[in-house]
């Protein structure tokens, strides 16, 4: 009971740090700055891409470029990579796809030939090679069933007609999930800043050594205050996660979140603030200093929003720094957001993806959790 | 009257430093005992060795008749503490502060309300309730750390140190506070390295050095075993070494000592031994300038028996 009280009295003295973040979030997390208008046009999303076709033109690579100039506009005369280089990066051309040799064969006899894609940055470039993920996914569940290539082609004529209108409406689906995907991606910063700061705060104030003494000598098994701590904690993330929630949805307008990928976003934020909470914990297994609770908060914060791309999307990143990102539970947070904007449908398939990363999160909790036991263990064998 | 602790051959080492030596003594009800001694004699090892928060290789312990551990809880919500560190939270005020520590104790709230303006009370931090920690003077906060640790109004309080780096006027208002808690019927363990505190404050006395008990008792018992009676300091601007003689020859003196103008004679024994002091000076027309007489100090004692001064 005292504990709780002064749990909660703590947390409200920092209660400016949690407006700050807060303020911070609805201000930058609304912001647009990946570069692309949120309310694409259909038409806009008719992106530009180069083929250099690598088979030949029957069968079902012949299928497949009518799909790309259905979908896409095929831009010509790009032949030295420089110029496509450059024509990438100011985002000219979305995707530049290479057909390999004998790929409509290899197809067909369920060898899953690998097209080489290289893309731009962005949304336009992401609902492309969406675009083009689909022609494959289907030709090779066709392939699968140890169809003729001929009856494969004439599958994919059915198959593909309704699909593309499914493409329209996704693009246009996407696109609308973009400021979500942009809030919740920046909540990352938020969320760790608010979850490290206090929790971290009203830890090191526990653990002080003159304050355990004292709780020690106190007529309250230690134990229990330590769990009566945990159970705050855990409340006190919950109604973080809360709060953002509720900004979300002021934010983000109620109509582009109740549904499944509200739903999605609000779970991956959820089990984040569960990954946080137990970073938190880890923190303070070590920090014996209220002093230091800011400055490694930045840096946790900080560093894991620029690296994994909460601020600026991933794709502008150098590769060195992306294949560092992966190993942050940030990236899978962040990359969830992401996967749940391109989502077109509700079906299992299409959310795995996402639940993965949602579980990746939740592992890595369960492993902070196990080397934060690890740690005070052998802290309370020195004491 | 009831042992309220009862100690018998603890001993405590850290590595090969044996911090307390087989340590016996009991601590009866009621009483204010003063645990004196030098810095690191073991001291705050003591104490916290009787608290449980120190693993110990032998010895027992015995609260309220009770074999003490760190799970005996019945014991613990009956004892105060006060460490030698200040231990507040520096994000609560004074009163939340005070309203915790009591709070681990005491779950009624009307009551518990009342037991922390009683402890403002009684440490005079009335006017200072809504500050926090980082506002107050050194001072200050230390009479809150006192007011956390007696807030609960336990029978039995441990106090170490609690007016180090304390002003005069502040460390007198403690001890009246210190008093008072007694009257109310608490029995206490005061550590500390300041005499005059003990001889102002303390009903018994247990004198540690090196860890181990070099003497106790109430002050005069203790003073006895100074084996001096009297202390008498005279400044004389200069002395004709003739009459420096003449003054070991005076009824009861036992030790002449004349250094930069001021003499200082010890009596070992006798009584009115100012006033053939006086009469001396008067007869053999020695000019000085101010006389005054002492008992022996707890120093005395100490250096009695240890050939060394209690503080350095
Ligand atoms: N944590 C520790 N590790 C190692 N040695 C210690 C530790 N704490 C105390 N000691 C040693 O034990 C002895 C007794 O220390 P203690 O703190 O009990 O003395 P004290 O009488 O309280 O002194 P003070 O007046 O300075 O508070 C000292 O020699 C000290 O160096
Ligand atoms: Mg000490």
Redesign the interface.
């Known amino acids: 009971?005292?504990v709780s009280?002064?749990f909660w009295?703590?947390t409200a003295?920092?209660i400016g740090t949690i407006i700050t973040y807060s303020i911070i979030l609805i201000m930058f997390g609304s912001m647009n700055m990946s570069g692309n208008s949120t309310t694409v046009e259909y038409e806009a999303v008719r992106p530009n891409i180069v083929v250099f076709n690598h088979d030949e033109e029957r069968g079902i690579t012949k299928k497949f470029l009518d799909y790309l100039g259905e979908n896409a506009d095929i831009a010509e005369g790009y032949e030295d990579d420089d110029e496509l280089k450059d024509a990438l990066f100011y985002e000219q051309v979305s995707v530049v796809v290479d057909i390999p040799e004998n790929y409509s064969q290899d197809l067909t006899f369920g060898r899953k030939p690998e097209l080489r894609l290289r893309s731009s940055a962005g949304y336009v470039a992401e609902v492309s090679k969406a675009m083009i993920r689909r022609f494959v996914t289907t030709a090779e569940s066709y392939a699968a069933l140890s169809l003729s290539e001929n009856v494969i082609v004439e599958k994919l004529d059915n198959a593909l007609k309704t699909d593309v209108k499914v493409e329209v409406r996704g693009a246009v689906d996407a696109s609308r999930y973009a400021k979500a995907t942009r809030y919740f991606s920046f909540a990352n910063y938020s969320i760790l800043a608010c979850v490290i700061t206090i929790i971290c705060?009203i830890m090191t104030?526990f653990n002080?050594?003159?304050?355990k003494?004292?709780?020690?000598?106190?007529?309250?098994?230690i134990r229990k205050m330590n769990r009566i701590l945990l159970r705050n904690s855990c409340i006190y993330s919950a109604l973080v996660w809360l709060l953002y929630v509720v900004v979300g949805f002021i934010v983000i307008g109620a109509e582009s979140l109740l549904n499944m990928h509200g739903l999605l976003y609000v779970s991956n934020a959820f089990v984040f603030c569960i990954f946080a909470t137990t970073l938190a914990y880890f923190i303070s297994s070590f920090v014996t200093n209220?002093g230091a609770v800011n400055g490694i908060m930045n840096v946790v914060a900080l560093g894991s929003s620029f690296l994994c791309g909460a601020f600026v999307p991933a794709e502008y990143l150098p590769e060195g720094v992306l294949a560092f990102a992966h190993v942050l539970p940030s990236y899978y947070y962040i990359d969830a957001n992401n996967k749940i904007m391109l989502l077109e449908n509700d079906n299992f398939d299409a959310i795995w993806p996402v639940l993965l990363n949602i579980l990746i999160v939740l592992c890595s909790s369960v492993v902070v959790v196990i080397i934060t036991n690890i740690i005070s263990k052998k802290r309370q064998k020195i004491a | 009257m009831k042992n309220v602790i009862d100690v018998k051959h603890l001993t405590k080492s850290y590595k090969s430093n044996k911090a307390v030596d087989d340590l016996s003594f009991a601590v009866k009800e009621g009483e204010i005992l003063g645990l004196l001694g030098p810095n690191g004699s073991g001291k705050s090892t003591t104490m916290n060795c009787i608290l449980s928060l120190l693993k110990f290789e032998a010895g027992e312990i015995k609260i309220f008749g009770k074999e003490m551990a760190p799970d005996a809880y019945d014991i613990k919500t009956k004892i105060g503490v006060v460490f030698q560190d200040v231990a507040v939270f520096d994000e609560l005020t004074v009163y939340g502060n005070i309203d915790y520590f009591c709070g681990l104790y005491i779950e009624d709230k009307a009551m518990r309300a009342q037991y922390v303006e009683d402890a403002l009370k009684l440490v005079g931090l009335e006017e200072n309730k809504s500050q926090y920690p980082k506002q107050l003077s050194g001072g200050l906060l230390r009479r809150l750390n006192i007011a956390c640790g007696i807030a609960h109004k336990p029978k039995l309080i441990f106090l170490d140190e609690p007016t180090v780096a304390v002003d005069p006027q502040s460390r007198n208002n403690i001890l009246e506070g210190i008093k008072k808690l007694r009257e109310d019927g608490a029995t206490v363990v005061y550590t500390t390295h300041y005499m005059e505190e003990v001889e102002i404050l303390c009903d018994r006395v247990i004198i540690l050095d090196h860890g181990k008990i070099i003497a106790s008792g109430t002050n005069d018992e203790l003073k006895a075993l100074a084996k001096i009676e009297e202390k008498v300091t005279i400044e004389i601007p200069d002395l004709a070494p003739e009459k420096l003689a003449g003054f070991d020859k005076i009824k009861n003196v036992s030790e002449v000592e004349y250094d930069n103008g001021i003499l200082k004679i010890v009596y070992r024994k006798g009584k009115n031994n100012l006033i053939d002091m006086m009469e001396y000076l008067k007869e053999n027309k020695i000019h000085y300038n101010k006389i005054f007489s002492e008992r022996p100090t707890l120093n005395d004692v100490f250096l009695e028996l240890t050939g060394k001064e209690l503080r350095d």
């Open positions: 009971m005292t009280k002064a009295k703590i003295k920092n705060l104030s002080r050594q003159t304050i003494k004292r709780n020690l000598v106190g007529g309250i098994d209220t």
